[in-house]
């Protein structure tokens, strides 16, 4: 029986830059999460019938949400729907899964990196048909459906059985229940030489991976310890909980200090890295060496080849504009496209889909390819591996080598997290007001070249995207970039983003702030981010 349940709009649900994320107590609220649902299928059309794909990353009210959406989904008379067992499936594993079976969208229930719990975060967002986060037309679509929401249509039926795999009729609707891991692992073996990374851990590299108590645990016990040969214990905390153990699942140098520390230890792993929430997002850390993700998606690109999956080459690289430029040097190098857009992953989505670039990369922890439309923590894990495996060098080398070879990003990102969001709102006004008198503005040293607000033009689309983020160039090739975040979900985060580049290898070995401190003395400066915030100093420096 379908029943047709009348609602009024809440004030509060625009999705941000990647889908809506709230706190539990805001979602539990009577037809919360059902209003966005049915803001997010009214906003589709054509889906009669087809497949919708469900997962979530295990947090906290993951498995309510799951249900509700599931009988919202047969109300709304989709004809099938495919879920994760244990309504576990990891961002990468549903993008894989919606595409692999062609389905017509998929609902991804996390709010990734942050934490989970019954009075933390919880999120939904929605995937289009090709894999990839719904592009700006089908997020606005959604929230201004939230703005007039009238009613939703639900099912009548008992709960799904979400621990048992298997198919079911239900309500007239299919209900599939999959295993979360198979199909992706299956996709890892068929782009990587599992052989010989198996063959490199079998004579003693030893790797370590953190899942944070998060999606990724399963998935990475299976691929890393079943089917490579890590021993047991390789991979920790591999139990997802619905409060990630009190972990904050972002996989940050401060939220990860343990691993850091171990892998900056004399007896320390060749190998370390973890993921986040929803096991899109990674760390790498070799031993004594934390690779930022800029470098590593430059060094990534630069070595794909290696791995038979990427065997012919990569097409073009793209990255978020607040990314170092290391992969620009690259993409220089070899002849091949390289493309930088705003923040979120979504923006990749025509990219990869109009073959003009492989792989993508984001300072925020975020490197993928074409073989899914989201980032990949494993997927990179596994690359790595992959390159450490033929190359037969440590990451440090290969890193040392990298910069010997195209020069260093030295590069920097500070958080300023839990501003009043007015004082935040006002420091990037007041930005945006002063940057046309900047160029010619010098700061000790440094003399401002240019200054603008980030506008993308897609090239496939042709969709423009303004005010994505606050560029201050200074003669030389440094930069600031200033941009508020678009993922928390108390007060607001101030980022800043500080990139020098060095060519003289000499010059390769400086600590990163003080390589960078000309630049932050500047930034805090331009931006009055102590008297416009009241903060000193910034809560997380990565
Ligand atoms: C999301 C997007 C990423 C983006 C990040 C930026 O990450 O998927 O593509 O880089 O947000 O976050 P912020 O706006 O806070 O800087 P995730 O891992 O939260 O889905």
Not at 97 to 113: D, E, N, P, Q, T
Not at 120 to 128: A, L, M, Q, S, T
Request: proline share 5%.
């Amino acid at each position: 029986m379908i029943k047709t349940v009348p609602t009024t709009p809440f004030k509060d649900q625009k999705p941000g830059t990647s889908g809506l994320r709230k706190k539990v107590p805001v979602f539990q609220q009577p037809n919360y999460a059902e209003n966005f649902i049915q803001s997010i299928f009214d906003s589709l059309e054509g889906f009669q019938g087809k497949c919708l794909v469900i997962g979530g990353d295990g947090r906290y009210y993951n498995r309510d949400v799951i249900q509700k959406a599931i009988k919202m989904a047969a109300a709304n008379g989709f004809g099938k729907v495919m879920v994760g067992k244990g309504g576990i499936l990891s961002t990468p594993a549903a993008s894989h899964v919606i595409r692999k079976y062609k389905a017509f969208g998929g609902i991804v229930l996390s709010a990734s990196h942050n934490p989970g719990g019954p009075t933390e975060d919880f999120g939904i967002k929605y995937n289009i048909g090709n894999g990839g986060p719904a592009p700006e037309k089908i997020t606005d679509a959604i929230y201004a459906r939230t703005t007039i929401i009238d009613h939703y249509k639900i099912a009548d039926f008992p709960d799904v059985n979400l621990d048992r795999i298997g198919r079911d009729d239900v309500g007239g609707m299919i209900v599939s229940v999959i295993d979360p891991v198979e199909d992706y692992a299956a996709l890892m073996e068929e782009l990587f030489d599992f052989g010989a990374i198996r063959n490199l851990i079998s004579l003693g590299f030893r790797l370590c991976f953190d899942a944070m108590s998060a999606v990724t645990g399963p998935y990475a016990k299976d691929i890393l310890e079943n089917r490579l040969g890590a021993p047991t214990g390789s991979v920790r905390n591999f139990m997802p909980l619905p409060d990630f153990g009190g972990h904050h699942p972002d996989p940050n140098l401060v939220n990860c200090h343990e691993l850091y520390e171990e892998m900056m230890s004399d007896d320390a792993p060749d190998f370390g890295a973890a993921s986040d929430g929803d096991g899109d997002r990674n760390l790498i850390i070799g031993k004594g060496i934390y690779v930022t993700p800029s470098d590593s998606l430059a060094i990534l690109a630069a070595n794909a080849n290696l791995a038979p999956g990427y065997s012919h080459g990569i097409a073009g690289i793209a990255r978020s504009m607040p990314t170092s430029g290391a992969a620009d040097r690259v993409a220089e190098k070899r002849g091949i496209g390289i493309y930088e857009t705003p923040t979120g992953w979504k923006f990749f989505g025509n990219l990869l889909d109009a073959g003009l670039a492989t792989i993508c990369g984001e300072e925020s922890s975020g490197t993928g390819s074409s073989h899914v439309r989201e980032k990949d923590g494993l997927w990179a894990v596994l690359l790595w591996l992959n390159i450490l495996a033929v190359r037969g060098e440590s990451v440090a080398d290969i890193v040392g080598q990298h910069w010997a070879a195209y020069g260093r990003n030295y590069y920097s990102r500070h958080d300023y997290e839990g501003v009043d969001t007015d004082a935040a709102n006002g420091l990037i006004a007041s930005l945006r007001d002063k940057l046309p008198t900047l160029p010619g503005t010098k700061f000790g040293d440094l003399t401002v070249s240019a200054a603008d607000d980030f506008s993308y033009h897609d090239p496939v689309d042709k969709s423009v995207s303004n005010n994505q983020g606050i560029r201050i160039l200074f003669e030389g090739g440094s930069r600031v970039v200033f941009r508020l975040s678009g993922t928390g979900t108390t007060g607001a985060t101030l980022r800043v983003y500080i990139e020098r580049y060095e060519a003289d290898s000499t010059r390769h070995n400086i600590e990163t702030q003080e390589a960078l401190a000309d630049l932050i003395v500047a930034a805090q400066s331009v931006a009055d981010i102590r008297g416009r915030t009241g903060r000193d100093a910034p809560t997380v420096i990565t």
